[in-house]
């Protein structure tokens, strides 16, 4: 796989993010209908995608290809994930 760098001021039409995560339009599509990724917006009826977006494709695919995880598996760890986040969020706020 390809490693392009996502850039955090831009965003990235469907083709591009396959190219940087491996993974194929088929599976974010996927990915989108379960609600672990979305666009961030559609421009001329075409799916665009943020840094944050790639980064979670990429953890997606290395989960699923180098670690040979299913679905069910994949999902947990990424609402674990998303959980830590919040609770890093949070803490944040009240230091």
Known sequence: MKMI???PHHVYSLQVVVEM???????IW??????????VSEEDD????????VTRLRHIEILRQ?????????????GLLDEV???RTEL????
């Open 92 to 95: 944040r706020w009240r230091r």
């Open 85 to 87: 986040e919040t609770l």
């Open 21 to 27: 995560t491996g993974s194929s339009p088929r599976k």
């Open 30 to 39: 996927f990915y989108c209908r379960q609600g672990v990724v979305s666009p």
């Open 46 to 53: 075409e799916w665009v995608f943020d840094e944050e977006s």
């Open 66 to 78: 180098r670690h040979r995880m299913n679905w069910a598996a994949i999902r947990t760890i990424i």
């Open 5 to 7: 760098s996502p850039d």
